[in-house]
């Protein structure tokens, strides 16, 4: 998925919509068509047909089905009016049971539907079938509009009402209500399914849920990411289940949540659960944090007779920094609740109720990144216990659609797996043996100029990445690879998915560089900030500005490569070490050297490759400290994964 998250305040490019196709109608009398072509937050679909006008025809259709199609662009509500409600602020659907409403956009980086603060994004009620596919929610800031202050406080992206939500492919971001379930608040029984989504950085300001409450409701998310949600002096800083609420998780990551805004979840960091049931397969729980004073509960807290199940999950440890804190608890234990491990778990602290030897483990889990696939994964790290230990039973596929391998991993995210779509290259021999005296011909870890070409894409399947983003005094500073068949080409930066602010030519290399003015933002706005590079259709995966652990572009002389770059404070204390990932060969990623930086974190090495290596991939990992009072206790931080090409002076 093409990520988008957005900064407050950025201003909005032009677009033109190329829709000539207003209302139109099927055959059928059962389905009706609807297409915007206006991005104004006005009424009516007529010869202009606004989103807004699109989803009212649709609303108030009597066809058991109908579809609105948005084309790309940003499409920014007005906000709400008390005078007058019906046709400002949110957006609603009150479709009836037995009927369908699809609304369909053209990705989550291009559709963007923006609420501005103003209002929540969207309200669903009325019992029927809702799907939205392939946009973005964003900016909704729940008020007393609807007349009730109790509706007023939940869902800040969507407040469904009933019936039955689907969200596929879609980002709900940056949206906070004033209590309950910052990005979607389900309620009156209702059943929400996420696949390929994303809910991220979405806030609870107290009820909890800062991605999805449910009170109560149904919950099925499949190869969903829900990541840096929070519930500020709350409970569920991701999930929250109450009053006999029940989720299905599989293949899903749930990292960073609990404690990334300007207050913290008190309990169940990633998933709170009281009086309801949760059942996780093959899911990764990584960087979560619950700091208060009831030992937290980082990844999962469960309460009051609630039911756990769990088969080839991913318990990483909490990051809050507190000695007392836990990855799994039970605060509120009457009833006394259930927790069932299934086999292929793993934790990295003793407070999960696995077996004995499936606990205190170095889990060895890389940060939250764009790995492949429509959503951010955590990706396990060469030597990760989780490599081969899940059992029976896990999906076919990882949550970025990649076929197991073999003995499949537990956790979300499978280890040397590759797209269906691409054959793994095949292994480079090795040598055969010789006589004592007879030299051993050098085999290049690239075996190709199609094997070089893969390494400096990062080891994927685009032909167009953006490899490294970071801030130098006013400027921020941008490299990538392109395909060979772009060389000679221009590359426009796009901030947060929507305005230009850079472009680069595709130089002879494939390589591509670039910069572009400090964003206007302050705090988590800024460290917010994502970059996009585009080329006609092609888009690569957005990079996040701000990162603990930096790493600059290598350079290479010959043989040699520099590394240099910045472990951002609070270190740890004692400083932990900087592990070097290296990787000549796509697949074959190991550590070749180990540093200690000195308290500033500055750091610069310098290493000697192979004879005959053309490209190369680097990627560190390091602790550092949670906030500056709590020194001793660390999470994981990681680098980019950031490719060279050797053999040339000055690279």
Known sequence: MDRLIGLWGVARRSFVLACACLCTFAASAAAAEFTVNSPADTTGCASICSLRGAIEVADESSDASSTVTVPAGVYDLLPADKLNPDHVGQLRLTNGPGTTIRVIGAGAGSTIVDAGKADRVLRVSGGGTVVLEGMTLEGGFPTEADNTLEESVRGAGILQIGGALT???MLVAQDQDNGWGGGVDVEGHGTLELMESELDNDVSTSGGGGAVNLEPGTLVASDSSLDGDNSLSGTGGAVQLLKGSTATFTNDTLAQDGFLHSGDTYEGGAVFIEAASASF??????????????????????????????????????????????????RFNFPISTWTDLGGNLAADATCQLAPADM????????????????????????SPAIDNGIAGCPATDQRGYARVG?????????????????????VESPKETAKHEAVPS????????????????????????????????????????????????????????????????????????????????????????????????????????????????????????????VEPPLTRPVAPVAIEQELECGKAAVVKTLTPPRSGHYHITLSLPAGTKAAIFRLRSTVAANPHSLKHGFATYSLPLPVQIGSSGT
């Open 167 to 169: 969200l596929k492919r």
């Open 281 to 330: 397969l093959n899911v990764t729980f990584s960087d979560d944090a619950a700091l208060g004073n009831t030992h937290g509960g980082a990844d999962i807290s469960a309460n009051e007779g609630s039911k756990v199940t769990l088969k080839n999950v991913l318990l990483g440890a909490p990051t809050g920094g507190e000695p007392e804190e836990q990855a799994c608890n039970e």
């Open 360 to 383: 205190g483990l170095a889990l060895d889990l890389g940060e939250l990144a764009s790995n492949g696939g429509p959503t951010q994964t955590v990706a396990l790290l060469a030597g």
């Open 407 to 427: 003995n499949c991993d537990s956790g979300a995210f499978e280890f040397d797996a590759v797209p269906a779509e691409e054959k793994k290259p095949p292994a």
């Open 443 to 566: 085999v290049p870890p690239g075996p190709s100029a199609e094997a070089v070409e893969r390494v400096l894409l990062g080891c994927g399947t685009s032909k167009l990445v953006l490899s490294d983003v970071y801030a130098r005094g006013n400027r921020v500073l941008l490299s990538g690879s392109a395909s060979k068949s772009l060389i000679g080409r221009h590359v426009e930066i796009l901030l947060d998915g929507r305005r230009r602010v850079a472009s680069a030519l595709v130089k002879a290399d494939g390589q591509f560089a670039a910069s572009a003015p400090l964003p206007r933002a302050h705090g988590h706005e800024l460290t917010a900030a994502r970059y996009i590079a585009e080329l006609g259709t092609l888009r690569s995966l957005d990079l996040k500005l701000a990162r603990r652990l930096e790493l600059e572009t290598p350079t290479s002389n010959g043989t040699t490569v520099t590394l240099s770059g910045q």
